[in-house]
Each structure stands twice: as C-alpha cells, then as structure tokens.
C-alpha cells in the first residue's frame, strides 16, 4: 500500500503533509532487550503506510550513552547498537520508499554528549584544535559561575571541568555540554553530519532545540522573568532567557542548513522545533522566505492544559499566509508532551475524545505530526517513580509529569504476550493495562475504532488540496470553534465543539466526516464535530 495523494498538484510533499513520529525505544522490539529497535520499525512500516501519511520522523537512534535517552549525541553518523547497524537503517529507508513514505530523522545541532570525541578533545585543554568548540568560562572571581543561567532540568546551567580549569555551558543535562556553534568549524562539522545522511537517502530533518544553539557571547546575565505562562517549577523558569538562547546569529546557519540540503535536490522537508514561552518571532524568522527552513512548530498545544476554541483560533491567525511566511506545524502530543487525551478531554470518554483530536487536527492549516500511539487514543501512562527513566522527572518529580507517561511501549497486540506484542522481553518503561485493550489488533477490526478515524480523517485530508493547503477562515469568536478552509473558490466548513456542554449553531450541517453527534436542532452537542463536504 502506497501513501500518494488521490489528488496530484504541483506543491511540494511535505506541504499539508501528514507525519508520524516514530520514538524507536517504544515503538517495536525485536531482539527481546525490551528496547524497540530500528528492524522493528521495518517490520511494523506496512502500518504506518496503512494510515495513509505521506512521512515518518524517527527520533533519535545515534550512538548515546542515553543520559537523555538519545538526545545526548555521541556519533552524529553512528547507530547506537541498542537500536541496530547502518545496515538496519538503510534496510529502513528502502522499504518506507518502497512504501512510498518519507523518511525525516531527528538532528541535534544545539549540543552533544560529553562521551562525544570532539567535546572529549575541547576539554582535555585551553589550546588543542577543538578548544573553542563548546562554550567554555572562566569562573567569576570567587568561583562562581561565570553568569546566572539555569538549565532546563532544573539546574544551573554551568559545569566545572577541572582538567580546563573552566565551566562549560549545559543548556540540559550535564552530561549535554553545549556547541559554540558561532565557531564556523563546528559548523563545517554538523553540516557534514547532515550531508551523511542526505547521501543515505533521507528526506528531512526535524532540528531539535534549534533556538538554543547559539548564546550571547558576552554571557550577560539572564533578566528575571516578570510574566510567567504557568507557575514556575524550575529554577528555568523564573528567568526570561534573552541572552542563553534565541541569539539573531543562529539564522545565518540555518540558511547554510538549507544551502546544503537544496544541494540534493530541493525536495527536503525541514522542521525546527522552537520552544519557550514567547516562540513566534524565532519561528517566523527561522522559516522566512525561501533561503531558511520550511516549517516550525513550538509547544503551543503540547503544553497546554486546557484546549479551547480561542487557543485555536489564537495559533491559527499567528500564520495568516502573507507572501514570504513560513508553513507551520502541529502536535497535541510528542515523546516530550503528556498524552494529549489526559491533558484536555474532561469528562469526555477518551476514545470519543481522542477521535474529536483526529479530526481537528486534520482539519487545521499547517503539517499535521501524529505521535505513535495517538492514533489508538492512548491515554498518558502512570509510571510509578522506581519506573523513572526520564532524568527531567527523575529531579522534579512529584511536580511535573516528566516524559515517560507518553513514552511507555506501542501496544500492538494484547492476546500475543504480557507486553502486548512489543517485545518478549521486560520493556523498558511498563505496558500500561488500558493500552492493552486499546492495542492495534483491537482496533483494527473495529470500523467505529479511534485508529479507523484517523485513518479516514488522513484520508479525506489527501483527498482534498483545500484542506492541505486552503486558507483557513474563522466564522464568530465563540465556545464553538467554526472554520472555512477554502482554496481557489471551494470551501469546506468545519465545526468543532471542544466543550462539555451543546452549543448553538445556525450554520450548514452537511457532514462528510463526523465526530459525535451530528448536529439538529440547531445545536452541536458535546464533544461533537464535523467537517462539510467540498462546495464552491
């Protein structure tokens, strides 16, 4: 089964494109180490191609000694043994083309481990050839250090190094030591490292933590922040981070980026992910016209704790499609975000939820990434704290819900074994027992299942350019959410009732796809939506 678009135009593939990210510890194991794997991933692509998305992200699978469960690089070009061989990944790559599936894989371009040999050689001195290429300080006259900045789990962001007699900079762990990226010999080396795997034929990047790859170089200290988006609960966040990050001199880099990926064709899709509080100005200059990224995505949904008609309204009318602007992205979940149906769905029932998400998210302007799992309507997993792998939960815990909730093992088939057809092993995070009864081979059978409404939402989203692409139109600012998505003089009305109690409206009612209730009586009942069929 191939995942081509019903309707052929000449936009680029990635344009309104469908994309499922794929976080390989948890998608499928088979060695029985309880640790899903890059074959494992080979093996379940006829899966994915069955959702009808155009591409796949995989997260990191580079050799790590997985402080931060790969996001911690040692090898930009290696594979981490736990996952498989080169070998495996190419295997990888020819059947998802075969397929007809993209291939887009993570970049970490911010930092590296400091098992990495370049960082192994900065630190050994204040003179060998890579000395200048971390972020290195001296300490402030009483040993101190060198400014106040904080890491984002939950600790200073600076490390002493006695061989250098220096701190160097951590934007995370530790164990994460930053990139002097404004050094164009690490430049040269990271883009080197995006050449390699272009050259193995990969069709895109998602750039992790772009906007931290670059600090003043002054390292003045970080203002205090005055209006936080949520109650603090890091010593990250009682700071605006104005001088650790965010720096204007990362846009000239990213369009050496995309200098050097246009080099294997201009068919590439790039992503950066951009976090913060106030990410907009950094996505739209990251994406500006046609020398720098293609899209962006910030955790405006992710870390939302409610979803509500005016944060929709809010993200959609921040990309209005003025000439020169980038194209967005969304998630409502990903391996950093909690299960979005715990997150927002009330006193809905999850599967109703979850289906009433697909919808919405396929009916929304921008790329739409679909993280493993979320087809299936899986709910965020309890971890008890002896369970903890995520360093992040790990040091904040009970205060945040860290990453492993929304990391435990993709539950495939409950009647196969004890882990739900993962692995024949202990897995590395539990099976949680409600993803068991939510598993594919449930689903599967089940025409009014959460995984068959997505797949037919992905399906009217191909069919249909106006939804991939059109401009999207607000109708009234209300608790209802009302949409037109309209391209070349057609249209299709959405409509969204992301609430618990029925909403009046007195617009069309036509549903060629429908969540819930269809709508009567000039009402649209709870937890319903629907989105009309193409008119002019």
């Known amino acids: 089964m191939t995942t081509s678009r019903t309707t052929q135009d000449a936009s680029p593939w990635w344009k309104g494109a469908t994309i499922y990210q794929i976080y390989p510890r948890s998608f499928q194991d088979t060695t029985g180490d309880g640790i899903g794997d890059l074959p494992g991933i080979t093996r379940r692509l006829d899966y994915v191609a069955s959702l009808g998305v155009q591409a796949i992200w995989i ?16 090898d930009f070009c ?11 990944f190419d295997a990888l790559v020819s059947k998802a083309h075969a397929l007809g599936l993209k291939v887009t894989i993570d970049q970490v371009y911010s930092h590296t481990s400091d098992q990495h040999p370049w960082f192994e050689e900065s630190r050994r001195s204040r ?10 300080a001296d300490a402030r006259p009483d040993g101190t250090p060198p400014n106040n900045w904080q890491s984002v789990f939950g600790m200073g962001a600076w490390e002493w190094d006695a061989r250098r007699g220096q701190y160097y900079l951590h934007n995370f762990l530790r164990e994460q030591p930053d990139l002097n990226l404004h050094n164009r010999d690490v430049q040269d080396a990271i883009l080197s490292a995006t050449r390699f795997w272009l050259d193995r034929g990969v069709d895109g990047f998602r750039l992790d933590a772009l906007n931290f790859g670059m600090h003043n170089r002054d390292l003045t200290d970080n203002p205090i922040e005055t209006d936080p988006k949520r109650p603090p609960t890091r010593p990250f966040d009682f700071q605006r981070h104005t001088h650790s990050m965010s720096q204007p001199e990362i846009v000239p ?8 990926i246009d080099r294997y064709g201009g068919r590439h899709f790039t992503v950066a992910e951009v976090g913060g509080p106030r990410p907009l100005l950094e996505m739209k200059a990251f994406t500006q016209g046609s020398a720098r990224l293609n899209s962006a995505y910030a955790f405006d949904f992710l870390y939302a704790d409610q979803l509500t008609a005016d944060l929709v309204r809010k993200t959609q009318r921040e990309w209005p499609g003025t000439e020169g602007e980038g194209w967005p992205s969304w998630a409502f979940e990903n391996h950093d975000a909690p299960r979005a149906v715990s997150r927002w769905r009330g006193s809905c029932s999850a599967d109703r939820y979850a289906k009433l998400l697909a919808l919405l998210l396929l009916a929304l302007r921008g790329n739409a990434f679909i993280y493993n799992g979320g087809e299936l309507g899986l709910t965020q997993g309890d971890i008890a704290f002896e369970d903890l792998k995520d360093p992040e939960a790990i040091t904040n815990w009970p205060e945040t819900l860290g990453r492993d909730g929304a990391r435990t093992p993709m539950p495939w088939d409950a009647s196969r074994n004890d882990h739900a057809g993962f692995s024949e092993g202990k897995p590395w995070l539990p099976v949680q027992d409600d993803h068991r009864q939510a598993c594919v081979a449930h689903q599967v059978r089940d025409p009014e299942s959460v995984l068959n409404t997505y797949r037919a939402a992905i399906a009217l989203r191909n069919s249909c350019r106006v939804l991939r692409e059109g401009a999207i139109r607000f109708d009234g600012e209300g608790e209802l959410l009302v949409f037109d998505r309209l391209l070349d003089g057609r249209r299709r009305r959405c409509v969204f009732n992301l609430g618990a ?3 009046p409206y007195d617009g069309e009612t036509a549903a060629e796809l429908c969540v819930g209730d269809r709508p009567e009586n000039g009402m649209v009942s ?11």
């Not at 699978?61 to 996001?71: L, N, R």
């Not at 290696?78 to 996952?83: A, E, L, M, S």
């Open 501 to 503: 109690t029925s909403l």
């Open 127 to 136: 003179d060998n050839e890579k000395a200048d290429w971390y972020v290195w």
């Open 253 to 260: 880099f990213i369009e050496r980026i995309r200098s050097t």
């Open 59 to 74: 997260s990191p699978f580079f050799t790590s000694p997985m402080a931060d469960y790969g996001y911690d690089v040692a």
């Open 526 to 536: 709870a937890y319903s939506a629907f989105v009309s069929p193409l008119s002019s």
């Open 78 to 88: 290696g594979v981490d043994p736990i996952f498989g061989t080169l070998g495996d």
